[in-house]
């Protein structure tokens, strides 16, 4: 699907919480999209979100009934992550691709649904990893081409926020809602694929979580780097940037990003990068707009997002058990598991078919 690049997509939001009110204002502001319609369970949450945004669009508490009375360009999904796979499929079987929120799915499996739901209808599904939507990250990227094929790759991450609600109650509120930031950004900072992975976790005496707020990972990609990451969700004081703090290591020297603007490297030396025009939700809908008007594929495609969930599922289940986790038999398992769910049968052709958008293990 090629958009007209002469007029603004015309698009639906699905979701009117509070990161719904976030994509909103960016759809709003943004001169390349036009928002027809909100949709949410709650119709009066999504009224009040319209008026909050300052726009002017249909509510509806029916997606269906939104797309027939609005005919969209695209939906963009930013419910919550058990509802993604249901709202994602209504709109790709009604020929509309979709902007999502990350993660893709609560499982792994369910993600792989949605890559054959995707491939079925031949309608873009694009995941919203938004932390890699910055200038400073990519300006880091080419830092680190610069060392040659890096060694070693390390994120710390430490932040001691006070959310409420469900994530105090997770069992791995740090691994689960957060860290898929960081190793979405190691594959991409890396340009490889992770192979394995080592996990701890655990929850200090002072946590205000019940889960576990902190963990290290070591994982194995296939280029033969070590990416490590170590977290922690409960750290008063000293704070790092969401972004977290980094440090690449090659055979020609060490680069590192402090997570907000300065990059600094031994081979070319630093600088404070300025910020971006469009960086994080804003960069990921820049992204998706020029994917549906040029047809060149997304960084952010379902297809290319899965082997991120997947990390974040190897980091868990390698922290439960105490073993280290392959990826390559999460996914296959993963797959099975797709197999065995109630889908559409579109859905379930593609899932049994050899080749599903990205390199499935056998």
């Known amino acids: ?15 009117a919480g509070s990161m719904g009110l976030a994509w ?29 945004a300052g726009a002017d669009a249909k509510v509806d508490a029916s997606l269906g009934r939104l797309l027939a009375a609005t005919e969209p360009d695209a939906v963009v999904n930013v419910t919550v992550p058990a509802a993604h796979g249901e709202v994602n499929i209504e709109a790709l079987f009604a020929g509309i691709p979709v902007l999502c929120e990350k993660p893709a799915a609560p499982t792994l499996a369910e993600a792989l649904v949605q890559v054959a739901a995707a491939e079925a ?15 400073a990250l990519a300006e880091y990227r080419r830092r680190v081409a610069e060392l040659g094929p890096p060694g070693l790759l390390t994120t710390e991450f430490f932040r ?5 609600g469900f994530r105090d109650e997770m069992e791995q509120p740090l691994l689960v809602d957060m860290a898929i930031h960081a190793f979405d950004a190691a594959r991409h900072l890396l340009g490889a694929e992770p192979v394995s992975v080592m996990c701890e976790s655990w929850n200090p005496a002072w946590s205000w ?5 902190v963990a290290t990972a070591s994982f194995l990609f296939d280029s033969g780097a070590r990416y490590l990451f170590t977290g922690a969700w409960c750290a008063d004081g000293l704070e790092t940037s969401w972004n977290g703090r980094w440090r690449a290591v090659g055979s020609g020297g060490t680069a590192t990003w402090d997570g907000e603007d300065r990059v600094s490297s031994s ?49 868990v289940r390698s922290a439960e058990s105490g073993t280290r986790v392959r990826i390559d038999a999460l996914l296959a398992q993963a797959h099975r598991d797709a197999l065995a769910l109630p889908v559409r049968e579109e859905i379930r052709a593609r899932l049994a078919a050899a080749d599903m958008g990205f390199d499935l293990p056998r």
Do not use: C, H, K, W
């Open 1 to 15: 699907m090629s958009a007209d690049p002469a007029r603004p997509l015309r698009v639906v939001q699905v979701g």
């Open 121 to 135: 209808a031949g309608r873009l599904l694009m995941i919203s990893q938004s932390r890699r939507y910055f200038a």
């Open 24 to 52: 909103l204002r960016t759809l709003t502001a943004s001169a390349d999209v036009e928002l027809v319609g909100v949709a949410d369970l709650d119709a009066a949450r999504a009224e009040a979100a319209v008026r909050a």
């Open 160 to 164: 001691g926020p006070r959310f409420g």
């Open 209 to 213: 979580y019940r889960g576990d707020a």
């Open 267 to 315: 081979v070319s030396g630093a600088a404070d990068v300025p910020r971006g025009t469009a960086e994080q939700i804003a960069g990921a809908l820049a992204e998706f707009v020029a994917a549906l008007r040029t047809g060149v594929e997304s960084s952010g495609a379902i297809a290319r997002n899965v082997r991120s969930l997947a990390m974040v599922e190897a980091a």
